[in-house]
């Protein structure tokens, strides 16, 4: 749902066409703050968790009445629209035949949830119908979450195209350069939910589905709502712009947000006494932020080196190509490799760059660490193998970012190579110079 929420955001300075129409804009303007579209997208994920995966309609319906007006009562001043804001005023709120976009843009959890097709169309009619029962209004919220589902579960771009022409007939034959030039502020599911998947189809990479979506003006939050949300599910979402959601998010909806993740495990720790006795690293890092010597910056390669022949294993976060089990327990990884887990998905680590322009991979000690900041999925490699993978001159990155939301530390490949090139414990460790690089 990240993905949706950064769209809403994201789009929200541009919308009313306040933009000049272009892929060239400050992404993180001053301006970006959550809409209506990411309360109600909120409203639906907790209402979904509190129904549970096996709620019948009329259970999950009452949820979804009960978590609109909830949420919207908190935020009163999120923007809703005219018919939608007496709705949510309502003691007893009936439909009124919405062919609104207010439907597709808040359905994103229902396409992470399920475990089918044919149970994500249906809760996704659900949470329209207590509002938007006009067919289009329907339609538009299945189109969503049925690409979301296709996205996550790993179809291609072809076929979440065929399917979405294949069973809502929306017509995704135009270009974004042609959809562009005429483009205006329009509400409805038909004149948003079509545009919204062209631009995620369109684009490379998340970014850019993102800068695309913007680009074609009207309604462009909810538009890059809808785009972001599949975006997401298609590419993973990077970790840093992960933390800038929350960052612009409340406490309290951070909190259903986590609980969400929680529900549809996306990150469920099975055996964690790998990780607990990774402390010694921890300490050694702290006592440097403390005092930046050389003889405590070799205390923490001797601390990784120890932990190293222990077997330990560190928390490693990647961006899923297509789906992947949650924290799987790999061995051997390898830059660059092809996992073979159920349909052979493939992934990419995740990363974060430094202000001096330099790229780490990402990794944490402890589930602790890992929990400071945004949530991701996760494998759990051994050190050997982390140090070997991202020590190898082929690998982009220059080193690994030790537990990045807390007392950080940056590993060069440098140190990496010494680690490694020292075959048994010793008494007295002796490390290469220069050891600010790994301040």
């Known amino acids: 749902m990240f993905g949706a929420i950064l769209g809403d955001m994201v789009g929200a300075p541009y919308e009313f066409d306040r933009g000049e129409k272009t892929k060239e804009f400050e992404f993180w303007n001053p301006r970006c703050q959550f809409t209506d579209d990411s309360v109600m997208t909120i409203a639906i994920a907790d209402a979904l968790i509190y129904a549970g995966t096996e709620a019948t309609e009329n259970e999950i319906k009452k949820a979804v009445i009960e978590a609109m007006q909830d949420w919207g009562h908190r935020y009163p001043n999120a923007g809703y629209g005219g018919r939608f804001r007496g709705w949510l005023k309502e003691k007893n709120p009936m439909p009124y035949k919405s062919w609104g976009n207010g439907s597709a843009m808040r359905v994103s959890a229902v396409g992470w949830l399920y475990d089918s097709m044919e149970r994500t169309r249906e809760v996704a009619r659900w949470t329209a119908e207590v509002t938007h029962n006009h067919p289009e209004g329907i339609k538009g919220a299945e189109a969503t979450a049925s690409a979301i589902f296709l996205a996550r579960n790993g179809a291609d771009k072809d076929e979440i195209k065929h399917y979405v022409i294949d069973n809502f ?117 702290s006592e440097f932020h403390n005092d930046t010597s050389e003889k405590n910056f070799e205390m923490i390669l001797e601390s990784i080196y120890y932990r190293m022949y222990e077997d330990a294993r560190w928390l490693v976060p990647v961006i899923p190509q297509q789906s992947l089990e949650n924290l799987i327990d790999l061995n051997s990884v390898k830059v660059g490799d092809t996992v073979t887990i159920e349909e052979k998905q493939r992934f990419k680590y995740q ?89």
């Not at 974004?176 to 062209?198: F, G, L």
């Not at 440098?414 to 220069?434: Q, T, V």
Request: charged share 30%; net charge negative; glycine share 6%.
């Open 169 to 285: 007939h929306y017509d995704l034959s135009r270009t974004c350069d042609e959809i562009r030039p005429s483009y205006h502020h329009v509400e409805s599911c038909q004149e948003t939910v079509p545009e919204a998947i062209t631009a995620f189809l369109e684009g490379e990479d998340f970014e850019d589905v993102i800068r695309t979506a913007v680009s074609l003006g009207g309604d462009c939050d909810t538009l890059t709502c809808i785009a972001g949300g599949i975006a997401e599910a298609f590419y993973g979402i990077p970790m840093m712009m992960e933390a800038e959601v929350k960052l612009r998010l409340t406490d309290e909806m951070c909190r259903i947000l986590d609980a969400f993740d929680e529900l549809r495990g996306r990150y469920e720790p099975t055996d964690l006494n790998a990780f607990k006795w990774n402390a010694s690293i921890e300490q050694a890092i």
């Open 351 to 439: 990363h974060l760059e430094t202000d001096d322009g330099r790229s780490w991979i990402v990794a944490f000690t402890s589930d602790e660490e890992y929990h400071k900041g945004p949530s991701s999925d996760l494998f759990t490699m051994v050190i050997r193998d982390i140090l070997e993978s991202f020590s190898d001159k082929n690998c982009p990155e220059d080193g690994i970012i030790i537990n990045p939301w807390g007392e950080k530390f940056l590993l060069t490949k440098e140190f990496m190579e010494a680690i490694l090139e020292l075959e048994e414990p010793k008494n007295s460790i002796a490390f290469p110079g220069n050891y600010t690089d790994g301040e």
